[in-house]
């Protein structure tokens, strides 16, 4: 472990999120290094925003022309500022490096520097302005800031070299931090294919690997164990159930004491998740229909491409929970034997997945829809129960451990996260010694 080196002596900042900096660093007001830029507008460049502490494009066919004139630009090398809903994202980072040439929203502040100063460092330093002292300024319901706000603040200004040295240190430091963050998302990502696969196979070919196999005639499930069956969907399910559409507000229903309704979000995950359910509005207690019921499968009717057809098992009954008009809730036959969470299993594999994709339809490519009967004419491998329920066990098991090392895996991103915030701030205000 390389050893932390300090500066010979400190001085009190009298900012509390900087503390004690080294004496030899100066101390300077946000508007004696930084200016606001008066707006300037350009309709010939992309549109643009920022996402977590950088600058990135915009899809321009969605912003109308007349919209863009009032936007204003922001070139490589100037600074931007979100200074919206502070209170609204506590996560991303609001102040950006730009490294092209956009036009942004008018809320934005673009800013740029009035004296000499490496701009790598102050990219650190007011990603850590940001996050420890912006988030607590700004004023209203919206706890929105203008450039007024944080003028005045004091920020600390290392001699240049100094600056220099921090940002080459922290761009080395940093990307090392990066590539092993990124790589163990990858590990996260292969492990999610692993258990996808394995359900595949499971739900597919069963536990028994000398069982003697036949052709399934179906393309995605390709060939069965020789006494298992194939069926299509409305054999086992006699109808899909859904709600209405009715008035809630964004705020979420309080567990188990208010109506709430599901967002369609609760199977996004290809489980159900209740969470963030939209409290129903009182003129509208009386149309809510369909409570969600235990021993279900919650299904995403209308949805993004690459969502329309999630779903989730329903492991408990929720009466104060209503399912709104683009969720569909299972009602099985009462005289098939069906272990529900093995179909529950078989819908969110891959293979059944693409078959969704394929009768999706809509006039809209952001979102599509499925109809009940194309749903329920879909096919499905269909076992004995007994090769239902082993299934089931299987899966639940394999699904555990693999949920357990991807759990891991993003408990050491978190970390390591942790790890690069706190080398950023150390950094940047002086706490070690890089050169």
């Known amino acids: 472990m390389n050893k932390i080196i300090k500066y010979p002596v400190y001085k009190d900042s009298g900012v509390q999120w900087m503390a004690n900096v080294p004496s030899h660093w100066e101390l300077k007001k946000f508007k004696r290094v930084f200016y606001e830029i008066k707006r300037r507008s350009n309709v010939g460049l992309n549109c643009g925003s920022i996402s977590f502490g950088n600058v990135v494009y915009k899809d321009d066919e969605k912003i109308p022309v007349s919209t863009k004139k009032s936007y204003q630009v922001v070139l490589k090398g100037d600074f931007l500022v979100n200074p919206l809903n502070l209170n609204y994202d506590l996560i991303s980072l609001r102040i950006a490096l730009s490294e092209i040439d956009v036009v942004v929203s008018s809320g934005y502040i ?24 912006m988030k607590l300024l ?119 004491e208010e109506i709430g309704v599901l967002k369609t979000s609760c199977v996004y995950n290809y489980i159900f998740e209740p969470r963030e359910n939209k409290k129903v509005f009182q003129s509208d207690l009386r149309r ?55 179909l529950s299993k078989v819908i969110t594999t891959t293979g059944f997945r693409s078959c969704v994709t394929a009768i999706a339809n809509g006039s809209s490519p952001s979102m599509k829809n499925i109809s009940k009967g194309e749903f329920l004419n879909l096919k499905v491998p269909h076992p004995p129960i007994v090769d239902q329920d082993a299934i ?26 942790e790890y690069r915030a706190t080398l950023i701030n150390s950094a940047v205000t002086g706490k070690i010694k890089v050169c």
């Not at 701009?119 to 007011?126: A, D, E, G, I, T």
Request: aromatic share 8%; hydrophobic share 40%; charged share 25%.
């Open 392 to 417: 089931v066990e299987f899966v639940e098991i394999s699904s555990q451990k693999i949920a357990i090392a991807i759990s891991l895996k993003e408990q050491e991103i978190e970390k390591l996260k």
């Open 138 to 256: 700004g004023s209203g319901v919206r706890q929105t800031l203008n450039y007024n706000n944080i003028a005045n603040c004091d920020l600390i200004f290392p001699p240049l070299e100094e600056q220099t040295a921090i940002a080459k240190f922290l761009d080395h430091k940093t990307a090392l931090i990066d590539q092993a963050i990124e790589i163990k998302q990858k590990q996260i990502e292969l492990l999610k294919e692993r258990r996808q696969i394995l359900i595949h196979k499971a739900v597919t070919r069963g536990l028994n690997p000398e069982v003697k196999l036949k052709d399934s005639g179906v393309e995605w499930i390709g060939e069965i164990p020789e006494h298992w069956d194939v069926t299509r969907l409305k054999n086992l399910i006699i109808d899909l159930e859904s709600g209405v559409s009715v008035n809630a507000s964004e705020s979420e229903s309080a567990n188990g």
């Open 288 to 342: 809510v229909s369909c409570p969600v019921k235990a021993n279900r499968i919650i299904i995403s009717r209308m949805n993004a491409p690459d969502l329309v057809g999630a779903s989730g098992y329903v492991d408990r009954d929720f009466q104060n929970l209503f399912l709104p008009d683009r969720l569909w809730q299972t009602v099985f036959r009462s005289n098939i034997e069906i272990n529900i969470v093995w």
């Open 110 to 133: 673009v800013l740029n520097s009035s004296i000499n100063l490496d701009k790598n460092y102050f990219k650190y330093f007011l990603h850590r302005f940001d996050v420890a002292y």
